[in-house]
C-alpha cells in the first residue's frame, strides 16, 4: 500500500542520507535533540495529519468559506485541526525552549509541516501565515509590540496575516494607496483598502493580527516610501484582553478555482476613519522588513507545491498499480489476464516524471530549511552570511521551481487515472486546482524571474553564484567516482557551463544598460537555471543512493534503484532539453518584447 500523505522512506533518506540532520545536533542551539527526537515530532506530525487535517480536506473545498453578517464563516472541521496543531507545538517548533519552543531546527520543522500541507493545503495556511506574521514581529517590533502582538501569537490565540496587494496596484507595490497618518498618542489611523489577503477574517482565533503595507504623509515615491504597521482586528488592551473592534472591515471572500478552504478577503481600513495601527520599526523602511515574511511565504508557498504535487503523484501511483488495463503490445492473446497500467511503458514516463518534479522539489525545499539553520547557527558570522547569500540566490527558485512543475505533476496524475481523473470521485483534481494558485501566489513566475536574473546572481559580484557552481562542480566530482554516474553527471555539466555562459553575457547587456533586452525572457532563464538546480540536486541524491546501494540492507535496494532512475531521468531527459531555451537567450530573440499591443 503506498503511503499518499509522504512518502516516509523518502524523507528519512533526505534527512539523514542525503542532508545530514542528525549533524544539526552537534550545534549548541540544538545539541538537546537527536534522531530519536527529530522521528517522534514527524511521527506526531503524521498522526495529526492524519487524523485531523486530511479527513475535511474534500469537505473544504466543496464547502468554501461563506460571507454572513461581515464575517467569514468556515466548516467545524478546521478548528479541531488547527487547534490540534497548535497543542502539538508544530506553531513553535524552531523557537527557543524559554519561549515555550521545540527548538528544532528549521529542516525539521519543515518536514514536519509538510506532512499537514500535503493532507490538507488550506487548513496548513492558517498556520503558515501566522508563523511568518510572527516572526515578522520577532525580527523588527519593538518590546511594547512583542508583548501585546507577539507573545500572543505564540500561545496561539493570536493569528496573523500580511496584507499588501491592493485593488489597482496588484504585484506592484510602488503604486499602494493605503495612508497612515499619525495620532497623537503615537499610533497611527490608517485607511485603504486591500485584496486578495489569506486568513485575513475566520473565526480560528482570538484575534487577527494583519500585517499592513502603507505610506506615511511625508512618504516619498516609490517603493521607499513604504512603511509597515501592525492593525489587529480587534484592539489590545493595557492588560493583554482582547478590546473593542478595530476599524478593520471584512468586505467580502474571493470564490478560488482551489484552495477553498483558505478565506481569501477583501479588507476595508479605516471605513469610519477610526483604523488604528503601529508602526514597525522605521518609517518608510516597510517593504524591507516585509522581504523577511514574503521570502518565507514563498518558499513555504513552494512547498505546498511540491506537496500538492507529491500526494497527486502518491494517489496515481497506487491507482496505476492497483488499476488493470489492456496488454502489453506483444500481448497478443485477447483471454490473457489485463495488467495493472503501471506496466504500460508511457504510464511509466508519466510516474516518473512525476517522481522527478516533486522528489526533486522536495529535496530542494529540504535543503532551503536547511540552509536557514546554517543562517542562524554556523559558527561565524562570515559562515552565516554567506549561507544567507545562497538562499537568497535559490529563493526565486525554490518558490516557482516548484510552483510551474508540480503542477505538471498533478497534471500527469490525472492523466493516468484517465475519466476518473476529471471526476470529483477521486483527489487528484483537487490537487490541481488547489495547486494552480501558487504560480501566482507570492509573486508570479515573471516577478521572479527578474529577481533572479535582474538581482540576485548579480548580487555582492556574485557571490552566491560562484558558491552554488562551487557546490555543483563539488557534486558532480563525487558522482565521477561513480562510473554509473557518468551519463548523469555530464549533461549537468554542459548545462552548467552554458548557463553560466549565458548569465555572463546577460549581465553585460544589463551593464551597457540594455535592461529590457536582456530581462526580456527572464522567464526562460529562470526555467532553466531552476533545472540546472534540480538536476544538481538530483545527482546528489543519486550519489547518496550509489552509497546506500553498497552499504544499505538489502531490503532498501528497490528504494535506491528508484532514486537512481528518477536521477536518469531528469538528467537525461529534462536536462538537455533546456539548451534550446538557452539559445533564445543567447540570440537575445526579441519576438515578445517586438510584439505590438494591436498586432494582438
Known sequence: MTDTLLDSRNLAFELYEVLDAEGLTQRPRFADHNRETFDAAIGTARTIADKYFAPHNRKSDENEPKYVDGAAELIPEIKPAVDAFLEAGFLNATRTFEQGGMQMPNLLSQACFAHFQSANAATSSYAMLT???ANLIEAFGNDEQKQRFLQPMIE?????????TEPHAGSSLSDIRTKAEPAEDGSYRLKGNKVYISGGDHPLSDNIVHMVLAKLPDAPPGVKGISLFIVPKFLVNDDGSVGARNDVALAGLFHKMGWRGTTSTALNFGEKGECVGYLV?????????MFQMMNEARIGVGMGATMLGYAGYLYSLEYARDRPQGRLPDGKDPSSAQVAIVEHTDIKRLLLT?????EGAFDLGLYAARLFDDTETLETEEQRRTALELLD???????SWPSEFCLKANEHAIQILGGAGYTREYPVEQYYRDNRLNPIHEGTHGIQSLDLLGRKVAMNNGAALKQLSSLIQATCARAS???SLNALREPLEKLHAHIGKVTMALLGDMGQGKINQALANSALYLNTFGHMVIGWRWLEQA??????LANGKASDADF??????AARFFLTWEVPACHHALSILENRDDTCLEMQNDWF
Open 131 to 133: 508563523m511568518g506574521a
Open 156 to 164: 496561539g490565540r493570536f493569528f496573523g496575516t500580511m496584507a499588501l
Open 281 to 289: 520599526g522605521k518609517p518608510h523602511q516597510g517593504l524591507s522588513y
Open 354 to 358: 512525476q517522481k522527478a518534479y516533486v
Open 393 to 399: 540566490l535559490l529563493t526565486p527558485i525554490v518558490k
Open 481 to 483: 567516482e561513480y562510473d
Open 543 to 548: 550519489v547518496c543512493a550509489e552509497r546506500g
Open 560 to 565: 535506491y534503484r528508484g532514486k537512481l532512475q
